[in-house]
């Protein structure tokens, strides 16, 4: 307890000695600023003049406070003062609070050193030069020049020195300003854009200054000079604590299309003057105004549109559009590999977010980052799905438009690759399924032709060997039965090992499976003959046609086995021109055939690959069953 009690009281050492130092140097400030005020009745009143000097204090006083130790917080805090000086002067210059009139006198002495201050001192508090012989040349360069502007306005020095004096304060300044813009060159973006931003603020505010002093002195002056130093105070403050900088170009473009409104205002309102001139209308005032406006409102528009076109094309659009979703999960429902759907994903999230590249990993282990890639975990229900990485066109990072475009794009990135990764484990557990399902198809045909088989075979031969000894009619007739029975048997054998799909189609061998199937019938003299006619012309069947096809083929010789009664079944397997037919053909009884489970199982198949299945029955002619079907082309691997 005693340590921590030490701690509290030692954590914050150098914390309140700078807040009070603000707080002093705010009080002594606004002091003499209030005096200003309250001892000048003129209207408006010279204290306005120091308006914005105790506002350089207050933000002084912020920075210190989120910052301890800040080089900027206490040069605010310092720089404030310039009011307690400028009073001071206006005392020994005056013998005492000074007049409206005498205090912007006395300020305007001070105007160079003061503004030399400004300009040279914030700049280096935020990002310091190099430390050579250059700075402080061009630090006394300001200062010789500030005093020899204060000398010619107070009579010591001839005026004429008084231009001199500015050109070398201005001359200073900029090389001051090209010392630290060099420092920032090589620090990071936020550094570079923070200390671009600064510099503008400060061209600005000094142009602003000059241009109402030389154009309105006095009230316009007034307003103009401590309006401007309160706006500087509090732009820098906001400029030291923001991160998320946009590029100077878009700084220029907003400028050039503002411009740009202002002037096709400007100039339809001087073609509307002139038109007025040269018809002899004396008035036009309210015509100029409502064009200008008009003028205004219709360009604006125009303007947007083209801002908005630029940011696209620099930063993408910013957003995954509904049918670009719809299109990626309807894939799911396709042929497409569910991870071409991950990259055709990762691709339209580079578009939308102007990367350089995207991918999108499913997972929850975080991946390998290749170098100048960010990651961005994807979580769907407190879950991580996998990661979105990101190749940004700078080597510094996304901007901060893109930040935002990728934060936004997360949630729906997120729900896409839980999608394809439950696709990608329907399709493991289907694989998973059919290996099951082929190690159970061996294990049955392993049966059926090493057990039955045989048995069916070797039960055959000794009821033959019984009936060739057999002396008694009634025996041999008992075994003549019997003999027809196994043959039966062993035909329905046949037929239920050619109902099952063997293992070459796992290969692709459609032309070996049909040959193995009709093979199974040869050699007996209890089925009929099997003929078979293969004509593929080299073409490569997805394995559904061929699924289809050896179904179909196998299913029309069994029928022929057990209904027709023929003595002769042709097989014919022809493609050409994108299609496969298929006929099983045999020279049956014919007649009218009432499809069963199987030939509507064929049907089914057959209308869910774009082709048809017909039965051509006839009495005298047998039965055909003939098969049509597209086929797809598949590149070879």
């Known amino acids: 307890m005693v340590a921590a009690l030490d701690d509290t009281r030692v954590a914050p050492s150098g914390l309140p000695l700078e807040v009070l130092g603000a707080g002093v140097a705010f009080v002594a400030s606004a002091a003499a600023t209030g005096l200003e005020l309250a001892s000048s009745p003129q209207d408006p009143p010279s204290g306005l003049l120091l308006l914005g000097w105790p506002f350089l204090a207050v933000v002084g006083a912020v920075v210190m406070d989120r910052q301890p130790g800040s080089r900027l917080g206490r040069t605010l805090c310092v720089l404030s003062l310039g009011s307690v000086l400028a009073v001071a002067w206006t005392l020994v210059r005056y013998d005492g609070l000074a007049s409206a009139p005498e205090l912007a006198r006395a300020s305007g002495e001070l105007a160079a050193l003061l503004g030399g201050a400004l300009a040279v001192a914030i700049p280096w508090a935020i990002q310091a030069p190099y430390a050579h012989r250059a700075a402080v040349a061009l630090c006394a360069l300001v200062g010789l020049g500030g005093l020899a502007v204060l000398g010619a306005r107070t009579g010591a020095l001839p005026d004429p020195v008084q231009l001199p004096g500015w050109v070398a304060v201005a001359t200073g300044t900029v090389g001051a300003w090209a010392l630290v813009a060099r420092a920032a060159r090589t620090a990071g973006r936020v550094v570079r854009r923070r200390v671009g931003g600064v510099l503008a603020t400060l061209a600005l505010a000094g142009s602003v200054v000059a241009l109402a002093w030389a154009l309105g002195p006095g009230v316009v002056g007034y307003y103009a000079t401590g309006g401007t130093l309160v706006v500087v105070a509090v732009a820098i403050g906001g400029l030291w604590f923001g991160s998320a900088f946009r590029p100077l170009d878009e700084h220029l473009l907003d400028l050039g299309l503002v411009l740009g409104t202002l002037l096709s205002a400007v100039a339809a309102a001087a073609l509307v003057q002139v038109g007025s001139h040269l018809a002899g209308q004396e008035s036009a005032g309210t015509t100029t105004v409502f064009t200008a406006l008009l003028t205004a409102t219709m360009a604006a528009p125009a303007a947007l549109w083209i801002r908005r076109t630029v940011l696209v094309r620099r930063y993408g659009s910013g957003v995954l559009a509904p049918e670009d979703v719809a299109h990626i999960t309807a894939g799911l429902h396709s042929k497409t590999q569910p991870r071409d759907l991950l990259d055709q994903a990762a691709r339209m999230v580079a578009a939308a977010s102007g990367c350089r590249d995207a991918r999108i990993v499913l997972g929850e282990e975080e991946p390998a980052l290749p170098d100048g890639w960010l990651l961005h975990p994807l979580v769907v229900g407190g879950d991580r799905v996998g990661a979105l990485l990101i190749e940004p066109e700078s080597p510094e990072g996304p901007e901060a438009r893109q930040q935002r475009v990728i934060a936004q794009l997360l949630s729906t990135v997120s729900l896409v690759a839980r999608a394809v990764g439950l696709a990608i484990e329907a399709e493991h557990a289907r694989r998973d399924v059919a290996r099951e399902r082929e190690a159970e198809r061996r294990r049955v045909l392993g049966d059926l032709h090493d057990g039955l088989g045989p048995a069916l075979a070797g039960m055959s031969m000794r009821v033959q060997a019984a009936l060739r000894t057999s002396t008694s009619p009634e025996q041999a007739a008992l075994l003549t039965d019997l003999a027809a029975g196994l043959a039966a048997g062993r035909t329905d054998l046949r037929r239920i090992v050619a109902g099952i799909t063997?293992?070459?189609?796992?290969?692709?061998?459609?032309?070996?499976?049909?040959?193995?199937?009709?093979?199974?019938?040869?050699?007996?003299?209890?089925?009929?003959?099997?003929?078979?006619?293969?004509?593929?012309?080299?073409?490569?069947?997805?394995?559904?046609?061929?699924?289809?096809?050896?179904?179909?083929?196998?299913?029309?010789?069994?029928?022929?086995?057990?209904?027709?009664?023929a003595a002769h079944i042709d097989v014919s397997v022809c493609a050409s021109s994108g299609r496969v037919v298929v006929d099983v053909a045999d020279d049956g009884t014919g007649g009218p055939v009432v499809p069963g489970v199987g030939l509507s199982s064929l049907s089914r198949r057959a209308e869910s690959l774009g082709g048809s299945l017909r039965i051509c029955a006839d009495h005298d002619a047998g039965t055909t069953l003939h098969l049509d079907l597209p086929y797809e082309h598949l590149e070879p691997a």
């Not at 003929?531 to 029928?559: C, F, H, M, P």
């Open 502 to 565: 063997p293992s070459h189609l796992d290969d692709g061998d459609l032309e070996g499976a049909l040959a193995g199937l009709v093979e199974s019938f040869r050699g007996s003299t209890d089925v009929p003959q099997v003929r078979l006619r293969l004509d593929l012309a080299g073409a490569e069947l997805s394995s559904e046609v061929q699924v289809a096809v050896y179904r179909t083929a196998a299913e029309g010789i069994t029928n022929a086995l057990r209904h027709a009664g």
